[in-house]
Protein backbone atom coordinates (compact mmCIF):
# COMPACT_ATOMS: atom_id res chain seq x y z
CA UNK A 1 0.00 0.00 0.00
CA UNK A 2 1.02 3.63 -0.53
CA UNK A 3 0.46 4.89 2.89
CA UNK A 4 -3.00 6.59 1.36
CA UNK A 5 -6.18 5.35 3.65
CA UNK A 6 -9.07 4.93 1.22
CA UNK A 7 -11.99 6.25 1.86
CA UNK A 8 -15.08 3.98 3.48
CA UNK A 9 -17.59 3.26 1.47
CA UNK A 10 -20.08 6.11 2.96
CA UNK A 11 -16.83 8.26 2.49
CA UNK A 12 -16.53 7.52 -0.71
CA UNK A 13 -20.48 8.31 -1.43
CA UNK A 14 -20.60 11.18 0.36
CA UNK A 15 -17.18 12.39 -1.62
CA UNK A 16 -18.81 11.44 -4.92
CA UNK A 17 -22.39 13.23 -4.25
CA UNK A 18 -20.16 16.58 -3.09
CA UNK A 19 -18.17 16.64 -5.92
CA UNK A 20 -20.85 16.20 -8.40
CA UNK A 21 -22.93 18.84 -6.27
CA UNK A 22 -20.00 21.89 -6.24
CA UNK A 23 -19.19 21.05 -9.87
CA UNK A 24 -22.72 21.49 -10.93
CA UNK A 25 -23.69 24.83 -8.67
CA UNK A 26 -20.13 26.01 -9.81
CA UNK A 27 -21.33 25.84 -13.55
CA UNK A 28 -24.91 27.12 -12.93
CA UNK A 29 -23.47 29.84 -10.27
CA UNK A 30 -20.36 30.98 -13.32
CA UNK A 31 -22.83 31.70 -16.49
CA UNK A 32 -25.43 33.15 -14.30
CA UNK A 33 -22.19 35.84 -13.81
CA UNK A 34 -20.92 35.48 -17.35
CA UNK A 35 -24.58 36.39 -18.14
CA UNK A 36 -24.92 39.31 -15.82
CA UNK A 37 -21.68 40.90 -16.94
CA UNK A 38 -21.97 39.66 -20.81
CA UNK A 39 -25.70 40.91 -21.02
CA UNK A 40 -26.27 43.93 -18.37
CA UNK A 41 -26.13 46.48 -21.04
CA UNK A 42 -29.12 44.66 -23.05
CA UNK A 43 -31.50 43.61 -20.05
CA UNK A 44 -34.96 41.95 -21.38
CA UNK A 45 -33.10 42.35 -25.17
CA UNK A 46 -32.65 39.08 -27.19
CA UNK A 47 -29.01 38.08 -28.52
CA UNK A 48 -29.47 35.37 -31.18
CA UNK A 49 -26.59 32.47 -30.43
CA UNK A 50 -27.55 29.82 -33.26
CA UNK A 51 -30.56 31.21 -35.13
CA UNK A 52 -33.32 30.61 -35.47
CA UNK A 53 -33.29 28.09 -32.38
CA UNK A 54 -31.10 29.65 -29.60
CA UNK A 55 -30.97 33.37 -28.15
CA UNK A 56 -29.49 34.50 -25.08
CA UNK A 57 -31.60 37.17 -22.78
CA UNK A 58 -30.84 38.40 -19.38
CA UNK A 59 -34.13 37.96 -17.32
CA UNK A 60 -34.49 38.23 -13.18
CA UNK A 61 -37.21 35.79 -12.22
CA UNK A 62 -38.65 36.25 -9.58
CA UNK A 63 -40.91 32.94 -9.45
CA UNK A 64 -40.55 30.07 -9.77
CA UNK A 65 -38.63 27.68 -12.53
CA UNK A 66 -39.85 28.47 -16.21
CA UNK A 67 -41.64 31.42 -14.53
CA UNK A 68 -44.67 29.31 -14.28
CA UNK A 69 -45.66 31.55 -10.94
CA UNK A 70 -44.22 35.03 -12.15
CA UNK A 71 -43.56 36.55 -8.91
CA UNK A 72 -43.80 34.62 -5.67
CA UNK A 73 -43.03 38.34 -3.59
CA UNK A 74 -39.66 38.55 -0.94
CA UNK A 75 -40.83 36.54 1.96
CA UNK A 76 -41.58 32.65 -0.44
CA UNK A 77 -38.47 33.60 -2.41
CA UNK A 78 -35.98 33.72 0.30
CA UNK A 79 -38.57 30.61 2.20
CA UNK A 80 -37.66 28.73 -1.01
CA UNK A 81 -34.14 29.95 -1.08
CA UNK A 82 -33.59 28.25 2.51
CA UNK A 83 -35.67 25.54 1.61
CA UNK A 84 -32.90 24.45 -1.31
CA UNK A 85 -30.70 24.06 1.81
CA UNK A 86 -32.90 21.61 3.53
CA UNK A 87 -33.61 19.77 0.00
CA UNK A 88 -29.27 19.28 -0.38
CA UNK A 89 -28.93 18.31 3.07
CA UNK A 90 -32.07 15.47 2.42
CA UNK A 91 -30.19 14.73 -1.15
CA UNK A 92 -27.30 13.95 0.66
CA UNK A 93 -28.62 12.39 3.40
CA UNK A 94 -30.06 9.60 1.20
CA UNK A 95 -27.31 9.41 -1.26
CA UNK A 96 -24.62 8.49 1.63
CA UNK A 97 -26.93 5.11 1.90
CA UNK A 98 -25.55 1.93 1.06
CA UNK A 99 -28.44 0.92 -1.06
CA UNK A 100 -28.36 3.55 -2.76
CA UNK A 101 -26.81 3.55 -6.77
CA UNK A 102 -24.11 5.10 -8.24
CA UNK A 103 -26.86 6.50 -11.19
CA UNK A 104 -28.86 7.42 -8.22
CA UNK A 105 -26.11 9.38 -6.40
CA UNK A 106 -25.10 11.28 -9.79
CA UNK A 107 -28.83 11.88 -9.88
CA UNK A 108 -28.77 13.45 -6.28
CA UNK A 109 -25.81 15.31 -6.74
CA UNK A 110 -26.73 17.40 -9.94
CA UNK A 111 -30.21 17.92 -8.32
CA UNK A 112 -28.17 19.29 -5.79
CA UNK A 113 -26.10 21.35 -7.81
CA UNK A 114 -29.43 23.13 -9.09
CA UNK A 115 -31.08 23.72 -5.78
CA UNK A 116 -27.99 25.01 -4.73
CA UNK A 117 -27.66 27.68 -7.95
CA UNK A 118 -31.42 28.63 -7.82
CA UNK A 119 -31.83 28.92 -3.67
CA UNK A 120 -28.25 31.43 -3.71
CA UNK A 121 -29.88 33.27 -6.31
CA UNK A 122 -33.53 33.49 -4.21
CA UNK A 123 -31.68 34.46 -1.02
CA UNK A 124 -28.44 36.69 -2.65
CA UNK A 125 -28.94 37.96 -6.54
CA UNK A 126 -29.92 41.21 -6.32
CA UNK A 127 -32.46 42.01 -9.35
CA UNK A 128 -32.96 45.45 -11.00
CA UNK A 129 -35.81 46.63 -9.15
CA UNK A 130 -35.07 46.15 -5.71
CA UNK A 131 -35.36 42.78 -4.30
CA UNK A 132 -33.57 39.71 -5.36
CA UNK A 133 -34.21 36.61 -8.52
CA UNK A 134 -33.20 33.85 -10.29
CA UNK A 135 -30.65 34.99 -13.61
CA UNK A 136 -32.07 33.39 -16.60
CA UNK A 137 -30.80 33.46 -20.00
CA UNK A 138 -31.42 30.63 -21.76
CA UNK A 139 -34.03 30.86 -24.53
CA UNK A 140 -35.05 28.35 -26.85
CA UNK A 141 -37.02 29.10 -29.73
CA UNK A 142 -39.78 26.74 -31.53
CA UNK A 143 -39.46 26.31 -35.10
CA UNK A 144 -43.46 27.39 -35.59
CA UNK A 145 -42.75 30.34 -33.54
CA UNK A 146 -43.14 31.38 -30.08
CA UNK A 147 -40.12 30.05 -27.99
CA UNK A 148 -39.92 28.37 -24.33
CA UNK A 149 -39.16 30.44 -21.47
CA UNK A 150 -35.90 31.46 -20.13
CA UNK A 151 -34.16 29.61 -18.00
CA UNK A 152 -30.50 28.41 -16.34
CA UNK A 153 -28.22 25.81 -15.87
CA UNK A 154 -29.53 24.85 -12.47
CA UNK A 155 -33.04 24.60 -14.36
CA UNK A 156 -31.26 22.30 -17.04
CA UNK A 157 -29.53 20.58 -13.99
CA UNK A 158 -33.05 20.03 -12.07
CA UNK A 159 -34.63 18.68 -15.33
CA UNK A 160 -31.84 15.91 -16.02
CA UNK A 161 -31.16 14.88 -12.38
CA UNK A 162 -35.14 14.24 -12.64
CA UNK A 163 -35.17 12.21 -15.06
CA UNK A 164 -31.65 9.89 -14.39
CA UNK A 165 -33.42 9.29 -11.57
CA UNK A 166 -36.37 8.12 -12.96
CA UNK A 167 -34.10 6.08 -15.15
CA UNK A 168 -32.40 4.49 -12.33
CA UNK A 169 -35.62 3.94 -10.70
CA UNK A 170 -37.17 2.46 -13.55
CA UNK A 171 -34.26 0.19 -14.27
CA UNK A 172 -34.62 -1.40 -10.64
CA UNK A 173 -32.41 -4.15 -9.97
CA UNK A 174 -30.41 -3.25 -13.07
CA UNK A 175 -29.09 -0.28 -10.91
CA UNK A 176 -27.34 -2.33 -8.35
CA UNK A 177 -26.43 0.05 -5.38
CA UNK A 178 -22.53 0.35 -4.84
Do not use: C, H
Not at 73 to 86: D, F, H, K, N, P
Not at 103 to 125: K, P, T
Not at 158 to 164: D, E, F, Q, S, T
Amino acid sequence: MNGVQQPSGQGRRVAEFLAIAGVSAAVDLGTKAWAVAALADLPGQTKVVAAPWLDVVLRYNRGTAFSAIFDLGETIRVILGVASLAIVVALLLWARRPETSTLERWSAGILAGGAIGNGWDRVFREAPGGGTGVVDFVKINYPWGGSWPAFNVADALLVVGIGLLLIAWRGGSAAQAE
